[in-house]
């Protein structure tokens, strides 16, 4: 059944139109009135829906029942990555909605070749946003995964909460430095529901200083095996263990 993503409050017997990406794809798809699609406004569970009525760019449909069911994994995980160039980002952000992000933060860092400001930052950030509820309206994910805006990764760095005030996160940062451990392992370290920040940079990684101040930060500096993986390879492994790994 056609799926769409609704960010509005919603009741059962509610009568609606539906927002105009929504009914855009209700028109593509040729839906009539009568037709069942399902609902979702991203605070958790489905709604069944009728369509009422199909005007040249708007559809209507009544609000059926609520269903509670959710598709999320056992821990919440966000994803902070050093922007890869290109159309890569756009895969990304899709791929890691469709495994269950929770949160993403596109971040400039050293190595980062694409460079975003001002009203193009801000485009791209919508952009990448509609890919993950496009994402989730695909895969069944009914909390869809928030992308903040595009973020300098010093001045990210320095707004995190300390550790201690950040509660029960365990950080963790794909490093190419000395010193790191297993991802499995970090996460083994902790409770299965604890929620996990990811660190991941561009092509070429972190640099040296980076990887420095993350580690200072409380980051545990991490690898996914001996192989050299592409920027957006690496986090979605990462994410892969991550959202589904069981301590």
Request: hydrophobic share 45%; net charge neutral.
């Given at each position: 059944?056609?799926?769409?993503?609704?960010?509005?409050?919603?009741?059962?017997?509610?009568?609606?139109?539906?927002?105009?990406?929504?009914?855009?794809?209700?028109?593509?798809?040729?839906?009539?009135?009568?037709?069942?699609?399902?609902?979702?406004?991203?605070?958790?569970?489905?709604?069944?829906?009728?369509?009422?009525?199909?005007?040249?760019?708007?559809?209507?449909?009544?609000?059926?029942?609520?269903?509670?069911?959710?598709?999320?994994?056992?821990?919440?995980?966000?994803?902070?990555?050093?922007?890869?160039?290109?159309?890569?980002?756009?895969?990304?952000?899709?791929?890691?909605?469709?495994?269950?992000?929770?949160?993403l933060q596109p971040l400039h860092?050293?190595?980062?070749?694409?460079?975003?400001?001002?009203?193009?930052?801000?485009?791209?950030?919508?952009?990448?946003?509609?890919?993950?509820?496009?994402?989730?309206?695909?895969?069944?994910?009914?909390?869809?995964?928030?992308?903040?805006?595009?973020?300098?990764?010093?001045?990210?760095?320095?707004?995190?909460?300390?550790?201690?005030?950040?509660?029960?996160?365990?950080?963790?940062?794909?490093?190419?430095?000395?010193?790191?451990?297993?991802?499995?392992?970090?996460?083994?370290?902790?409770?299965?529901?604890?929620?996990?920040?990811?660190?991941?940079?561009?092509?070429?990684?972190?640099?040296?200083?980076?990887?420095?101040?993350?580690?200072?930060?409380?980051?545990?500096?991490?690898?996914?095996?001996?192989?050299?993986?592409?920027?957006?390879?690496?986090?979605?492994?990462?994410?892969?263990?991550?959202?589904?790994?069981?301590?």
């Open positions: 059944m056609p799926r769409f993503h609704c960010p509005a409050p919603l009741l059962a017997g509610q009568s609606l139109g539906l927002p105009a990406s929504a009914a855009r794809h209700v028109q593509v798809l040729r839906l009539q009135p009568g037709q069942s699609i399902t609902l979702f406004n991203g605070e958790g569970g489905e709604w069944a829906a009728t369509i009422t009525r199909m005007g040249r760019s708007d559809v209507e449909v009544t609000v059926g029942a609520h269903t509670t069911i959710e598709r999320e994994p056992g821990r919440a995980v966000t994803l902070a990555m050093g922007m890869p160039a290109n159309d890569r980002m756009d895969w990304l952000v899709e791929k890691a909605a469709e495994l269950g992000v929770a949160s860092t050293a190595h980062s070749v694409l460079r975003l400001a001002g009203d193009r930052a801000t485009k791209k950030q919508a952009h990448w946003q509609s890919v993950a509820i496009a994402a989730c309206e695909q895969c069944g994910g009914n909390r869809v995964p928030t992308v903040q805006p595009v973020a300098d990764f010093n001045a990210w760095l320095k707004g995190l909460p300390t550790v201690v005030d950040a509660g029960p996160e365990l950080r963790c940062l794909l490093s190419l430095a000395e010193g790191t451990q297993p991802l499995a392992q970090a996460l083994q370290s902790v409770a299965g529901n604890t929620p996990v920040l990811f660190l991941s940079g561009p092509e070429g990684g972190l640099n040296p200083q980076e990887d420095a101040q993350a580690r200072a930060a409380g980051f545990v500096p991490v690898t996914l095996g001996p192989r050299v993986l592409r920027a957006e390879t690496a986090a979605m492994a990462a994410l892969v263990v991550a959202t589904t790994f069981v301590s």
